[in-house]
């Protein structure tokens, strides 16, 4: 289409003889489509929903028509959709790309301009001819339509208008806008709200994940990068382009703020440059001020959300400012009205007051999906807006930002840290883009260090030095050290709820312990070890204490192993059946998945067949045979989810109901049969009260203001003499969030005797329980069982007061999930 229309428009200048460049564009922008020319709809129209591949084709076809917009596959999704970007920017910067991805290289790495003394010089002439480079990121979390819909009416503005703002922003900037980071998402969830549109279930989110492994929790893998689309952001946009400004266009929830933008509320992880801190508060308070000034009502800052947690946000250190913007939530694409005194208020704003941080009050009403793309583009363009008329300031501050992490540590300062590292934590810090060295000695508080070697005088291993002087060294330091998450309490004492976990000591969750050492240090360094080698997540030769507990590197295939699936979506559930597909090239454990009424129909039958698929043996369960199964596994859920599921009336009947007091005599009666049933985390509860189990959760009911744990890392002690530990450390950790903790009791109207419990893994009697993160009532725990194993007939019970595969992160506690289902 391009070269017919360059065609047109040649013929068109020799025929009248006006200059070939404004008519070679007028032409071009006259055939431009609307997003309506393709969708049959325009985007924010009331239950209407696009398909991924509509998206796709509306994105060629603006690339097909403008020279403003490239448009590129960058990959395969998990279930093999194209993974996409369009970069907008004006026709000049677009043919010079290359120079621009030039500069910011040189701009985010300051060594890469030469001697100290020559950097700022060089760095000044940069500043002059960069742009600033802003990633737009939509539709992460599915369920929130309105962003991946924007996406389309952001791009249409920017490749059709010729006003003077639209020309600014695309001479001004390089606009890589990403229509949705993960679009499987959109087809799931597009396919359940068209089945129920008309229906009363209309509007309702869909009753499976909305990602195929992590559904909400895709946006928590952005520092241990376990996720295909992640890899696929990080590696082809993040860290080729270097942004300095990242906007993640986001929804919340219906009954709140009309629009959340940051300052975030405290805390702020302490590894956050200055900079970025001073670069969104700017910025954020800059678009919460414009959008008033437009109408938009219900608008708050400062509240909500943190900027905590790396695994949510990676460009904060990476050089850019991430813009989370979080507009309030229809039903889906369906109109719903909220009523003023239903609103609700979050951590730092109440909706039904006007305060320095929220306002003006809307006053409630209808809201539908037009409202939630109309603020999202009209931020959008506010966003770009501040972009292009501050760009030399943003790359002032990039700059700025990447001169101080590079520069020389000075005495008495953090010069790195210094540990064994598995492959796992090299892979993962490599694709953060940090530096490391393999360390051969090292000398330190006076003591020289030397790496073992073999009989024959070889070197075993090397020791992995990461060095503060580097990019992206404060990265490595907020993955490497434990955190400290402060004691942050309200006027009465209760808690002040973290937006997410406390905790993300990647080393500790990898089984490691990495020391910080302080400048000058000595070391002598050595060849990089395993630097081709991959992560296999899980393997006898990484995690620790799985190949002396196996003897031998791959575990063997397991046969009649079953996962506990309930319609009412579990993140741990997904996560769970990442673990057990992911070990590429290696023997991969097969399963199924089972569903309430498999359960309540007594189906824990199986037989095993065995299919080769490439380089691994994926081994498929297929229901039927004789033979009963021998693991049931019940991941992290609320026990009244499982035994309940969905209320009557709340989605379509064949999805409501959980197992029901006849699923509990199923189960009951299989494992007494000879099964194994291992419950993860909050599961636990639901065999601690079904099954009557001489076994108390000692925080169960506790206030927060006596305990609380909102996603910590905490010391594990271990029985290694037993089963399910052996091979493991006797000190290990367990990831704790909302945990139950076991304490066994002599009930004689127990189902089995006390003398039928074992407890395995226990918090110490006489040491601080917490290790990263934030506990409070540490006191109350101390002792006290995370790890039992329970006798019941022929059968076992296996109850895990922690999430041993949490977010595929936990490889320190693989091993003692692994060993449950064997």
Partial sequence: ????????????????????????????????????????????????????????????????????????????????????MATISSPDNLKR?????????????????????????????????????????CGIHSTEVGSYLSSMLIAHRLVSANDKEIQDVLEN???????????????????????????????????ELYHKYTGHDDNRDWYAFT????????????NVWHPQIVHDIHQQGSFGSRLFLPPYMQPVEPNVPKQIVEGYTE?????????????????????????????????????????????????????MTVRFEDLNSREGYDPKKETANFGPLWHGGEWKLR??????????????????????????????????????????????????????????????????????????NGKLHKNPRDAQGQLKSYTMLARMDQPYGAFAKALLEAQHYPNLLDASGHPIAPYDVTAHSLSLLYGEIFTPVIAPFKYESGDLLDADMPCPRFSGTIVKGWESSQGRQDPPPLARLLIYKSHVPSLDEGWTRW??????????????????????????????????????????????????????????????????GYRAGTMPPELVGGLGQEGVKALREFVEDGGTLVFLNRASDFAIEQFKLPLRNVVSGLPKTQFYVPGSILRLELDTTKPIAKGMPKESIAWAEDSPVFEVVHDPNSSVPAAHVHVIGWYPRDKDPLLSGWLLGGERIKGKAALVEVTMGKGRIILFGFRPQYRAQSLATYPLFFNSLR
């Fill in 579 to 644: 673990w057990l597909e992911s070990a590429k090239g290696k023997s991969s454990m097969g399963y199924e998945s089972v569903e309430d009424r498999d359960i309540r129909a007594g189906r824990l039958l199986v037989k095993q067949t065995v299919t080769v698929v490439g380089e691994s043996n994926i081994f498929h369960i297929t229901p039927a045979g004789d033979q009963p199964s021998r693991t049931v596994v019940f991941p992290d859920q609320p026990a009244r989810t499982i035994l309940n």
């Fill in 173 to 207: 900037t390089i606009i890589l806008l990403v229509p949705s980071l993960n679009p499987d998402g959109v087809d799931i969830v597009k396919k359940w709200y068209d089945k129920t549109l008309g229906t009363p279930y209309e509007g309702t989110d869909p009753p």
């Fill in 283 to 335: 910025l954020g308070n800059y678009l919460a001020k414009q959008m008033r000034s437009k109408g938009f009502e219900g608008i708050t800052t400062d509240s909500t959300y943190d900027a905590w947690s790396p695994s949510r946000a990676y460009s904060h250190y990476h050089g850019g400012v991430r813009i989370l913007s979080e507009t309030a939530s229809a039903r889906i694409a369906s109109p």
């Fill in 371 to 444: 409202n939630i793309t109309d603020t999202m583009t009209t931020c959008a363009f506010f966003l770009l807006k501040h972009a292009a008329e501050n760009r030399e300031e943003w790359l002032k501050r990039f700059y700025a930002i990447g001169k101080e992490a590079v520069r020389p540590r000075r005495k008495g300062e953090l010069f790195g840290f210094i540990g064994d590292a598995n492959v796992c934590t090299r892979e993962t810090l490599r694709e953060g883009g940090v530096e490391f060295q393999d360390v051969r000695q090292y000398t330190l």
């Fill in 97 to 137: 790309l290359e120079e621009y991805k030039k500069i910011q290289e040189q701009l985010a790495d300051p060594r890469t301009l030469g001697a100290p003394a020559n950097r700022d010089k060089k760095a000044a002439e940069l500043i002059t001819r960069g742009k600033t480079i802003v990633l737009i990121t």
């Fill in 1 to 84: 289409m391009r070269t017919k229309t360059f065609a047109l428009a040649l013929l068109v200048v020799i025929a009248v003889g006006v200059h070939f460049a404004p008519s070679h564009t007028q032409a071009l922008q006259s055939t431009i489509p609307t997003p309506a020319d393709v969708l049959g709809f325009t985007p924010g129209d009331d239950r209407k929903l696009a398909s991924w591949n509509q998206v796709v084709e509306y994105f060629k076809r603006l690339d097909q028509s403008s020279e403003r917009l490239r448009f590129e596959e960058l990959g395969k999704t998990t279930m093999g959709k194209p993974f996409v």
């Fill in 227 to 238: 996720q295909v689309e992640t890899q696929l952001a990080v590696e082809k946009i993040h």
